[in-house]
Each structure stands twice: as C-alpha cells, then as structure tokens.
C-alpha cells in the first residue's frame, strides 16, 4: 500500500502551474481532476517538475572499491541528483563481463531501492580488448544488459569493435564507445595545448578521441548498428558527431557535466581533483559542446560519476586517479551552464537528461513525459536557488569533487521513483 | 620574493637579479679557506630526492652544508617512500621534523607546487626538478654562468638545442632568460618541441647551423636513451648529424661565445668530445657555480634580506656589482 500524494502547485517542465496527483506508481491525474482526494500534500510552490533523470555512465565501484562508493551509497548520491535510474558502468573488480556479475550489481541496486539500476556489460573479457565477452548471456539476464562499454579502455582493435557493433543487433544492444586512441595517449595527463607544454604534463591530443570516433560511426554505419559515443569533450568530436548524424547513422553522444563547465586552466594548480578522462579541454571545446547539446547534436548529458578513494587523489597530479563526483551536482550544473545561458528550457533539459538517455539505455519504465498513466518517477527542483557546492554534504564515500565552493544555481527537493519519495526537502527519505 | 621556488616563472626580474648578484657574493666564499658561512645556523633543510640525481643532491646539500645548516637527506630509494609511503605522509613527517626548507625532486611534473600548496607543511619548498616541467636553480646556475662571462643578458643571443619537449632545463631556462631581456632560440625536431611552443618567449628553429653564428651561448640538451627508441627522431646518428654540436659547427661560432650542457653528457650525441673538452666550453664551471647559486637561493627564502656576508659580522668584501673578470 503506496501512500498518495499530492504535488501542489508545481510548474512541470517549467510551465504553469499546476497540481499532480501520483498513486500507484503512476501520475494518476493532473490540475483540476488532481484535487478532492486524500492525499499526503507537497507544497510545491515555485518548483519545477522534470520526469526522473536518468544517467547513462556511472561508476558505483561495486564489487571491488567499497571503499570509494558502493551500490547503495551511488544510489543515495543519484536519488540527492534527481535521478530515477543509473548506468552502472562495467569496470569494476571483477569486471562485470559476465551475467553472474551484471545479475549481482542489479540486485544490489534493488535492495539498495532508491533508483533503478541498469548494469552495463562489458565489450571484453576483462575490458583487455582481446575477445568478445558474453554479450547475449548478459543481454538475456535478470539484468537486461542493454549497453555494453569498455568504458575506461577503447576497444581499440577495430575488427573487435566491428564485430561487437554486429554482434549486438540480435537483442537491440548498443556499444558505448570511450573513444581514446591509446597509442596517442600513452602516459596522457591532460589535453594537449599550449599549456600542457608549460605545465609539462604529457599531452592527450583531441585527434585521439576524433579519430576513434569518425572511425567507429564509419563501422557502426557500414553494419548498420546503434553506437554511442561517451562523455564527448572536444568541438572537433561534435564536428564528427553531427556530420555522421547528417548521414541518419544511428550514432548518439553523451557529454559529461565537468565538460560543459569546466576548462583545462584549472590543472595550472595540479589539483588532481581536476585530473578526469577525458580531460578537461579548452574553452572553446566548452563552447562548442554547449551549442551540441542545445542543439541535439549530442543527446544526453551522462555523469560520468567516478568515486576516488581520498589517498587515490591526494598524491601529486601524475599519480593521481582520473575521474571525478557528479550524481549530485549535474542538473545543477546543467542549469548553469544551458539553462541560465538561454541555450535550453526546461523541456530540452528533460530530453537531454531523462527522454534521450531513457531511450538510448532502452529503459521502458523511465523518460516519459509528465501524463496521466505515466510512471510516476519526477524530480522536484528548486530553479531559484543559488549555493557553494559543499563536498563533504555528499552522500559519497569519496570527496573528488570539483566544484568545491563554486556557486551553482538549482536544488533538487524531491525525487519520486514510482511514487514513492526517496528524497523529500532535499534530504533521502 | 616569493616564499617557495617553483617555477623560474616564480622570479621577476628584480628577485632573479638579487639572487645572481648574492650568489656572486656566495661565489667569494669558494676563494676562502673556510668556506662556511653560519648564516642558516639552526635551520634544517631536508633534501627530499623522488628520483635519482646525485648531482643536484650533492650540489643542494653542499650549498646548505657552507651555510651551515642542517642537512637531511631523504631519498625514495631503500626508504618508505619506495614502500609506497604517499607524498602526503612524506610531507607530514618532514613537518614533524621541523623542516625550515624542503628540497623537493620528483619525477611528476607539479609534485613541488602539490607540496608548496596543500598544506601539509609550512617550510618553504624549492624544486629541484620536477618531471618535464621545470628546474630553476639549474636556470639560475646557468644565467649565472653566462652573467659571469657575457656580462648583463639584456639583449644577449641564447640557443638551446634538443630535447625541449621533455626538458625542464628548457622550460625554466626560455622563462628566466626572458625574464632578464636574453633572446632565445630552441632548436630542435619537430617532434621534440611541445605543442604550444609559439606561444613560449622566445623564437623556434628546426636547423641548427643558421642560429649559432649569431649565438653568444649555446646549451645543448641531453638526448635520453628512452627518447630514441619511441619515433622522435629516426637513428642516432642522424639526430647527431642534425642537432649534433661538433668541432665544425662550434667554428661558426663567434669568439666570444660559450657552450653550455646541463650535464650528464652523451658524447658524440648532441656534443662531440672537442667540444665538450674545448676552451668554449664551461661545463664543469656550470657544476661550480650551482653551489653557489643554490646557497643564495637557500640563503633568500630561508635567511633573510639583508645581506649575506655583512650580516654575520664578517669584514668587509667586495660587492656583488664587481664581479672578477673571468677569462674567455
């Protein structure tokens, strides 16, 4: 038995206000019709409401680092984000390549109960880029494996990844390309610019992403199956990305939200908080990204969430882990940099986080719009508010967070998945 | 001047000249029976070597031993370091110990800005050579040397040939010569400048004989053996006959000018033995004079400001405005 609940004057997608009813899981009725039922009531003057995001890259580190995030922590961090379901990605210790580990990590995020978890599977045996792993095994588990990543590694051998792009049509998978070149990005520390040259840290060349990716839309063209291409960080890759778009090839692209806001000249204090594969790039490359997501050249915007364990970051830059925190702060982010610049509405940032990312993951139960007899999974926002991001407020186990005392706009309220609270006043239930 | 050395970058041109002109007062002491000033008395200074460089170790302990500091030698070799001891805990028991100074050699690049600014200790930190980046003192030593023997560098024509991309000679060398009006030109292939070298001060070449006619010092890098096996260049001995500086090439020189090399050398690579072993040449001069650069710089960021010699009741001395004449 489901407590009702509802949603008072909430402006859906930013538009007028207007109540929500939810029950059973489902919106059970919207404004007028809303009323007149007993409901538990969430004064929602003010806020907007977004269908419950959903992430297509997150690293919840479980089985093997407990240490730096688990299932569960991952899930509360998603749920603190507004997400109502997360990619879990496969690199984890062992590395989920097979349906026993895929199984396992779903189950987890079950028990775990504040967002749905969708494992990936990986492309390889032990994301080594040798030999296919056991995709349909994984595809036909409990878990559904939809998107399958090497996601830290390239599949780089392009036979292999032709074969995997094949492969994949049988159960209506997708490739979700970490596009990286390795021999270009032996030893790589940061983008390759003029200030990789000063700072000297070994260069990573835009060419190196460019390059996998005009290759890999080539193949995924020549065998007509789905590719995604993952945290896009240069304008020379949204370049490619919208002339293999133009060729109606079935190619999508996530950009991180670090990606969007953040820019190489932060490594000038070898922080290797800012240290993250892809690099941070240049302005420009910011710009150009923006303008991708604005206008659909690239579809979603993944976290690409990677948990580092304090000691794996604390260490001077070279030794350093790559990845940083964003479950928590990415609409936040979105906002500033797509919504407060005029380049989407709340109706793009609800396509862009949760209609697109639903779609490419192949998640039925998510990404629909706010209707009646749709799932009940919504995020309430607060678009007025305006704060320094604190890193030790987080629900993680690790503090590899960026944007340490920047100030953000937005606060996610409250996140419904099926019709139940998992955050109320921006607190987990 | 600033609290640490990190960067030549660090330096503007009034500090780099105070250093010079008190490493010139430091240089004095070398003529001296007892060469031993007591001006760091009491301080500790912790040489804390990542990575293998008896030279620069020796040099830095030498410098802070005739200053009469303390020395602590902290190596990563055989100690908890290459246990796999972090930075951090490394940095939090030199703490403990009192370091006033912290001589810092790390194979990342940034491993001395990482130490000067995470708080983890309070002492000053001077790099000693961090991975690719930058070697300052080694900059100092060698705008030193050239000081001593081309005079004022305002003006003043500089080469420096070779391995540029992986030369934190290079980087602290094209800052600090900038820094004191010296035009510099990098020569190298191609593949050995870094992306991002025209927006550096100073000029670029692939071609090594049009540049040392007008060169009134030329430094030649050290080529690594790693370097030759990755495609940066296609045999050795084609890069010596490119890049390399010969008896011939030396001859284009004009008279007055000098070679330099960091060291260690790989003769018949970037510099044949005529040359190294040549009247031109002040590589062993370059090695002197890094002990008394790095006392000054010990002496500034851990001293004091007033001035080295005066200030410890010693009789007067010449001023560091009259430097000897060295012959060419």
């Known amino acids: ?356 990312p639903a779609r490419i993951g192949g998640l039925a139960g998510h990404g629909h719009p706010i209707a009646v007899g749709a799932p009940a999974n919504l995020v309430l926002l607060d678009p007025a508010h305006r704060s320094p991001v604190d890193p030790t407020a987080s629900a993680s186990l690790s503090r590899n967070n960026p944007y340490a005392s920047i100030a953000l706009p937005g606060r996610v309220v409250t996140t419904f998945l099926r019709g139940r609270p998992t955050v109320l006043d921006a607190k987990l239930t | 001047m600033k609290r640490h050395l990190l960067s030549a970058a660090d330096l503007d041109r009034d500090d780099a000249l105070l250093v010079l002109d008190t490493a010139e007062e430091m240089r004095q002491l070398a003529d001296r029976p007892i060469k031993k000033l007591p001006a760091l008395r009491g301080r500790t200074v912790v040489n804390l070597f990542f990575e293998d460089s008896t030279r620069t170790r020796i040099s830095f302990e030498a410098a802070a031993k005739r200053l009469s500091a303390d020395v602590i030698n902290f190596s990563a070799k055989g100690s908890s370091v290459s246990k796999g001891e972090s930075l951090k805990d490394t940095a939090l028991t030199l703490e403990a110990m009192g370091a006033d100074g912290v001589v810092i050699r790390h194979s990342g690049s940034g491993a001395p800005h990482r130490l000067a600014n995470s708080g983890w200790i309070r002492g000053c930190v001077i790099n000693a050579g961090d991975g690719t980046h930058e070697h300052p003192t080694q900059a100092l030593l060698d705008a030193f040397t050239m000081r001593r023997h081309l005079g004022e560098l305002d003006g003043r024509r500089v080469t420096i040939v070779g391995d ?59 080529v690594q053996q790693e370097r030759m096996n990755a495609a940066f260049f296609p045999t050795q001995r084609e890069y010596s006959r490119r890049y390399g500086l010969d008896a011939r090439r030396m001859g284009t020189l004009p008279g007055h000018a000098i070679v330099m090399h960091p060291g260690p050398m790989n003769r018949g690579m970037e510099i044949s033995a005529t040359v190294a072993d040549s009247a031109r040449s002040v590589i062993v001069e370059q090695v002197a004079n890094g002990v008394s650069v790095r006392m000054a710089v010990l002496y500034l960021l851990l001293g004091g400001s007033e001035p080295a010699l005066s200030a410890i009741g010693e009789p007067a001395v010449a001023t560091a405005s009259a430097p000897e004449s060295v012959p060419a």
């Open chain 1, 1 to 356: 038995m489901t407590t009702t609940y509802l949603i008072k004057g909430v402006r859906p997608l930013g538009g007028a206000a207007t109540d929500v009813l939810l029950r059973d899981g489902v919106v059970a009725a919207l404004g007028a019709d809303a009323s007149g039922t007993r409901a538990e009531i969430i004064d929602a003057d003010g806020l907007i409401a977004l269908p419950g995001l959903v992430d297509l890259h997150t690293h919840l580190r479980e089985p093997g680092r407990e240490d730096a995030e688990t299932v569960e922590t991952g899930s509360r961090c998603a749920a603190l984000g507004g997400f109502t379901a997360v990619h879990a990605m496969a690199n984890t210790d062992p590395v989920a390549d097979t349906a026993g580990v895929v199984e396992q990590v779903w189950r987890l995020g079950r028990e775990a109960g504040l967002c749905d978890v969708a494992p990936v599977g990986a492309v390889t045996v032990g994301l080594r880029g040798e030999r296919l792993a056991e995709l349909g095994a994984m595809a036909g588990s409990a878990a559904r494996v939809r998107i399958f990543s090497d996601d830290g590694n390239c599949v780089s051998d392009a036979a292999l990844m032709r074969r995997a792009l094949e492969y994949v049509k049988a159960f209506d998978g997708v490739i979700a390309q970490h596009a990286q070149e390795p021999r270009l990005t032996e030893h790589a520390q940061m983008n390759e610019g003029a200030l990789s040259g000063r700072l000297g840290l070994r260069g990573w060349p835009a060419a190196a992403e460019e390059a996998i990716i005009a290759r890999d839309a080539l193949l995924a063209a020549h065998v007509g199956s789905r590719l995604h291409v993952c945290h896009v960080s240069t304008a020379g890759s949204v370049e490619i990305l919208r002339w293999a778009k133009s060729k109606g090839w079935s190619v999508t692209a996530e950009v991180t939200p670090h990606h969007l806001l953040l820019t190489d000249e932060l490594a000038t204090t070898y922080d290797p908080v800012y240290k993250v594969n892809p690099p941070l790039r240049t302005a420009e490359d910011t710009e150009a990204l923006r303008d991708a997501l604005a206008d659909g050249t690239i579809d979603a915007v993944a976290t690409d969430h990677a948990p580092h364990a304090i000691e794996d970051k604390e260490s001077d830059w070279t030794d350093a882990a790559f990845g940083m925190l964003g479950l928590e702060t990415a609409l936040r982010v979105v906002q500033e940099t797509m919504v407060e610049t005029g380049r989407l509405n709340w109706a793009g940032v609800a396509d862009r986080m949760s209609v697109r």
């Open chain 2, 164 to 222: 540029v991309l992986h030369s934190r000679v290079a980087r602290s060398n094209v800052l600090l010569l900038a820094t004191l009006g010296a035009q510099v030109t990098l020569v190298a292939p191609p593949t050995l400048l870094p992306v991002g070298v025209e927006t550096w001060p100073c000029e670029t070449s692939y071609e090594l004989d049009g540049p040392l006619p007008k060169s009134d010092a030329v430094m030649m890098l050290r």
